[in-house]
């Protein structure tokens, strides 16, 4: 090396160079193992954060039915299962439902015919669309159904010109009709049938006040009329001390645990305050196969003095006739019972 001139770079020595390589090295790996902690950090942070719901995969949507028959199949099951959302999802709205014995009216939308489901899903529409197992190809509308029943029209509608037809478009039903309603044959009350029957209740005072004659009332209750609802009933009252007594009620069904019927006097023209029109004769209640229990009200407290008499079977032996017979009246003459 010449003194006054720089030195040569391609006479370093390899020592010199080795050296400074080393240098470089051992700066790396301080900084790498300085950063591992902070990568290590952000690899498990991002790990255990859970993904946005915008980056969540959408569900695919539901294929829409390419024919006729592949649609009233799904209709038909859904009907039967009583998925009322994706029946009210599959008519084109708004809709005119028809009826044979009723005024037309349109659905506007879902919501309203969900709201109204009961009265147009009749029992005879669903029966019509679950009888119906296959539809035939046609070109045109088709009618799950008969003329004289209920019945609803499916066919492709078109998109882009709402309320009309089309060969190709999504499959919707266009039209429900509404056949005759079948007449409902309620089964007949049972209050009513044991009232024309005819209901009798009698009671005895528990000390007679005379030995010769039973100290006996009876109470016979029946609907004259044999009509249900009840409109007229009759209360004939018989008995010791020389009572024969008909009042005319009016039976008035009363709500609570118990079937109960009360019973208002209709006698406007009586003299007795107890029997004048709107006063509480007595209460029936009713419990289903047993014995019926007459309150005594208002009414009826001049002629009993019990609160309630119970119904008496015709088992009953002792009160058959507990206020029949004769009664004496001295000098070998007889009084025949009331």
């Given at each position: ?17 080795s ?88 659905i ?22 679950s ?49 005759p309603?079948?007449p ?7 209050i ?8 009798r ?13 039973p ?6 209750v ?7 609802p ?33 019973l ?25 196969e ?10 009826l ?38």
């Amino acid at each position: 090396m010449v003194p006054g001139k720089p030195a040569n770079r391609r006479h370093r020595s390899i020592p010199g160079r080795s050296f400074l390589l080393a240098l470089i090295l051992a700066a790396t790996c301080v900084t790498c193992r300085r950063d591992a902690p902070n990568k290590t950090e952000d690899r498990v942070e991002r790990t255990a954060t859970p993904p946005s719901p915008a980056t969540l995969s959408k569900p695919p949507v539901s294929v829409e039915p390419t024919s006729i028959e592949d649609f009233y199949g799904k209709l038909r099951l859904a009907t039967l299962r009583g998925d009322r959302s994706y029946v009210a999802n599959q008519l084109r709205y708004p809709i005119n439902i028809s009826s044979s014995t009723e005024k037309s009216f349109a659905i506007k939308d879902a919501s309203e015919f969900l709201s109204r489901y009961p009265e147009i899903m009749v029992e005879a529409l669903v029966q019509s669309i679950s009888d119906r197992t296959t539809t035939e190809p046609s070109m045109g509308p088709v009618r799950i159904g008969t003329t004289e029943s209920s019945y609803l029209t499916i066919f492709h509608v078109c998109e882009n010109a709402p309320g009309e037809l089309c060969r190709a478009g999504p499959i919707r039903v266009v039209a429900i009709h509404l056949g005759p309603r079948r007449p409902t044959e309620s089964a007949p009350d049972p209050i009513c049938e044991r009232l024309f029957g005819g209901l009798r209740f009698v009671e005895c005072s528990a000390v007679p006040r005379t030995h010769d004659y039973p100290d006996c009332r009876t109470v016979n209750v029946s609907s004259p009329d044999r009509r249900c609802p009840l409109s007229r009933v009759v209360l004939d009252i018989t008995g010791y001390p020389g009572i024969a007594k008909v009042i005319q009620v009016s039976a008035v069904p009363a709500s609570g645990p118990l079937r109960r019927v009360m019973l208002f006097s209709n006698a406007h023209s009586s003299k007795k305050a107890s029997e004048r029109a709107g006063v509480l004769m007595a209460t029936l209640d009713f419990e289903k196969e047993q014995a019926a229990t007459m309150l005594v009200g208002p009414g009826l407290s001049a002629y009993t003095k019990r609160r309630s008499i119970n119904e008496a079977s015709e088992d009953d032996q002792s009160a058959q006739r507990p206020d029949a017979g004769p009664i004496p009246i001295g000098n070998e003459q007889l009084l025949r019972g009331l």
